[in-house]
């Protein structure tokens, strides 16, 4: 089965058969992933030199994390110019060329598409904030707040620490920003804006990318009458933001208006959609939604935005069977366990330490790859990079982390050691630092002066390595994705939970009638085992740790799992 072409009359299993929903996706975060020209930061230019190291996996399509014209505070999901390209990463041409070199490999491309907000220096801001007559005034979210203009609207925070309202001197109103104050957010009330927007997306589509991954895309509708928080949603507010009284005729809108009826993906990123509302943003032929990038499982150790916990691997796995049950059987969603936001993959979920990196990001990559939904690898990921060994708040530079450190530890409500610790844990730069290519200097990200940390690990965690070793992470990655291309079940199989309850083990079957594989992942450092189960005696042994196995004994009795073991089995003859 591939992914080429539009298939999207035909039914598998009850799914209707779509491009995006057969691909294996790759994200690039440009700034981090290869430097070009030694100015020391990731750009267009150096992705297209890296094209053969993702085609080579097998991908089917790239997200490109915010390539745009940026002041970058907040690494490119700050948008300045929604038409044009980062001065940083080179220049339209560049864009086409890399577009054009995407599809030579028989791979399409989707950009990200930053929506919610723009930079407080894009001009349409600029123009808004300059008068309260401003023809753009209502462009964004402005009020005259409480007290006599003296205290912010409500008791909305953001995501970056502080309040979500700015006081603007010039016109004493305060505009909404739930993240940085230099991310104004845009008012989707009212329809030139929504109308400009549409214009801004069209370009890109007209420019041949074959979709958007749409960021915080639930948060665009606000109710205008801005309530403080509800007591329910004070602790996690994502869950209010989501919840905005049009958010799915804006979603609706921007699809007819901006797809057009085109095969070409929506990708929502679902921060704040609880599962049971997401199922009709991505309800199949109704929802302006393809699919979602979905929080539940790659935050289910978090006890608010930067606290870590731990979670028993029950909790986890009840998070897929959950999905099954709430998003509905063919409503689609993406696998996305790691990206920019979030710590290294192994170093997450798997053990990143000397003695199971390899082996446990093998096992990582195969619950990636045969989970329902659309995979996406994350830059990195496929050669095992590990969590970066920051130690003070000045090593970080994300401005998530920061602002967390002003609201917790310089309001003394929680010890720099203490947040250091959680925040080790639960960082998105450990995902920002420079892409490990070799063992050379700087691991080959850039000949100058890297803009951030290369991981000292790079002179064993690189891509040149891993290339070269056949039971590398790269190559279980490899190995994984043709599995998935040629078992239709992998893609749109039924998903069932065996070992629910099991504390090590996470087994499960993909099924389509009698064609079924069975997975099971030691995600523990201790040895597990468990007995074959019903209706899978005698299945063939596919892929042992991501890698061909010696000797396939049909699958009898007890299977007895090393620490962070993973198999897959295919009923025979099917
Ligand atoms: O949970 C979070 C809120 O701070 C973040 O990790 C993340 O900001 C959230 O998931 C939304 O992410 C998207 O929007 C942000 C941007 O910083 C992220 O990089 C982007 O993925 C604002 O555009
Ligand atoms: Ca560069």
Redesign the pocket.
Known sequence: MTAAGDTSRETVNGHVRHWWKEAVFYQVWPRSFQDSNGDGIGDIPGVIARLDHIADLGVDAIWL?PHYDSPNV?????VRDYRAVGAEFGTMADFDALLAAVKARGMRLIV?M?V??SSDEHAWFVESRASKESGRRDWYVWHPGRDGGAAPPNDWRS??GGSAWARDDATGEWYMH???EK?PDLNWESEPARAAIFDAMRFWLDKGVDGFRL??IAFVSKDPAFPDYPPRHRDAP?YYHADGPRLFEHLCDMRREVYRGADKVALG?A?GVPLPRAARLVAEGSGPLDMLIH?DAV?IDRAG?WRWKPVPLPVFKRVFTDMERLLGRTAWRAVSLS????PRLVSHFGDDGPRWRVRSACLLATLTLTLKGTPIVYQGDEIGMTNYPFATIEDYD???GK?AWSDWVETGKVGAQEFLENLWRTS?DHARTAMQWDDGPNAGFTTGTPWFHVHPDHGTVNAAAARADDASVYHAYRRLIALRKARPELVYGDFRDHLPDDPRLFVYERRIGADACLVALNMSGEAASFATPEGFAGAALVLVDGVSPQKTEPLAGSVDLEPWDSRIWRLPGS
């Not at 907040?74 to 700050?78: E, I, L, R, S, V």
């Not at 990206?339 to 979030?342: A, I, L, P, S, V």
């Open positions: 994390s907040d690494n490119g999901y700050d990200d930053v919610n907000h995501f970056f739930l993240f940085h991310q960021d915080v994502e990123e921060f929080f935050r935005m990206n920019h936001d979030n994300d401005v998530e602002g998105r």
